[in-house]
DNA sequence: TCAAAAGTGTTAATGATACACCCATGT
DNA sequence: ACATGGGTGTATCATTAACACTTTTGA
């Protein structure tokens, strides 16, 4: 930290803030979204293409311009409706890109999110002239704007985020097998871990619950199905999963 | 997550972005930071009285309009020039804030970074006429606009990350003792720690170098001088402090 | 010689890792 | 009966936490 002689701000008043809001300012934001798209095999991210110039034929995230009657928030929820067709889907805000230049056709700040889904979900509603592009997460090639920086940081934050908290749920049905568990954990993270080692560790954090039921149908031996218990988590003060 | 029927967003083409981009969009940004002030005694945070119907006499975090020309890290600097006086100061962009309603003269979106400076730094330059208070971070009553949560949120990030990066070493002389850095721990995060399990565990981790000098004038035993070395911690792969 | 802070090792408990066999079901 | 994946325990190692005394300097 350098120290040195003090430079004060002209103090502002109320009025100065007033016309600076009204007046000096006309930027946009958008938000960006780096939609996980998740099977039992692979983790897949969402992109379209890029109509923009000079990015025509690259591929970018899924963004938009946030509308003036929204927070950001509600921006990501209604772009993840009008474009993938689904509501109440895990999101987190990652970090705002506001570097001069970064878009260009004029000032846009940038909030980049992540957010869950399951493929399989997409896939219900997906619309017949969606241009969605599904590629796997290590196989994203250079994509427009500063998207690549935007994806990365995501895609660590979102493993960063499944170690530490109970954020995978999500893409698992209500009831659920633990191998079905472990396989989410390792198909995210991209890592294997081994059965016992990992059962043991999660028993341990009272997060999810025998709901005594089994798997049926299988030409196997059935698993046993467990739910995810937030209160009971939440309640024993544990944290950080694997 | 709920799956319906689709609802798909009319294609967009370049024209409607330019006249979003330049048109309908009126928004304010704005940059609020969480000033850390440390002493060798405790942790403050600046605060500055607000001018603000209806907010007028609360205290609230600095802050100030991005302007058109600069991004939010160049914001950020600026600020903590003509507030504080000090250039390069270690600062983390922490969350963004865009309610609606937050702010009463209207859309302001703002993003909240903290930063991390020494008190006595702050005093050399201190303007006479200048209205910052500094309050202790457990003592912070109630702040103008939103800035209660922004305080609570950066305040949980800079813990975080004390805990996880090398973080603190800004706020001591490049050379330090050990008892500089543990204090520096304690203060900050507001616990104490073993003096030998801590001393153990950061020499451990390969973050810190003698330099073959001690104190002096202390009328005690005088103690070894440490520097960080970022180089050596860097290689070495390791991580969390403590 | 006294006051004041610096410096240093060992033990016990806990958590993490590695590893192999039997079980229940459908076909 | 066999093929398939489900389910379980123990031993070792690494990490963390708890704990008290001697050393060096200035006054």
Same mark, same amino acid.
């Given at each position: 930290m350098e120290v040195t002689t003090q430079n004060i701000a002209s103090k502002e008043n109320i009025n100065t803030w007033i016309s600076q809001i009204h007046t000096e300012f006309k930027l946009a934001m958008s938000v960006d979204c780096v939609i996980f798209g998740y099977t039992e095999a692979d983790l897949y991210v969402a992109l379209i293409p890029c109509? =923009?110039?000079?990015?025509?034929?690259d591929l970018s995230l899924v963004g938009d311009l946030l509308h003036a009657n929204e927070d950001l928030d509600q921006a990501v929820d209604r772009i993840l409706w009008e &474009?993938?067709?689904?509501?109440?889907v895990y999101c987190e805000q990652v970090q705002v890109f506001s570097q001069?230049? &970064?878009?260009?056709? %004029? &000032?846009v700040v940038t909030v980049a999110y992540y957010s869950l889904i399951k493929v399989e979900d997409y896939k219900k509603v997906a619309p017949a002239d969606c241009p969605l592009v599904w590629k796997k997460v290590d196989e994203v090639g250079s994509l427009a704007f500063d998207h690549n920086e935007v994806f990365g940081l995501c895609l660590e934050k979102l493993r960063r985020q499944l170690r530490e908290h109970?954020? %995978?749920?999500?893409?698992?049905?209500?009831k659920f097998t633990l191998n079905q568990l472990q396989q989410l954990y390792e198909v995210i993270l991209n890592m294997s871990f081994d059965k016992r080692n990992f059962r043991r560790k999660l028993k341990a =954090? /009272?997060?999810? &619950? /025998?709901?005594g039921e089994v798997e049926r /149908?299988?030409?196997?031996?059935p698993a046993k199905l467990y739910s995810f218990d937030l209160e009971r988590f939440e309640a024993s003060g544990k944290n950080s999963f694997v």
């Open positions: 109509n =923009m110039p000079p990015y025509e034929g &474009r993938i067709g689904l509501r109440n001069l230049g &970064r878009h260009p056709l %004029g &000032r109970p954020v %995978g749920f999500s893409l698992l049905p209500k =954090m /009272d997060a999810i &619950r /025998d709901v /149908d299988v030409r196997h031996r």
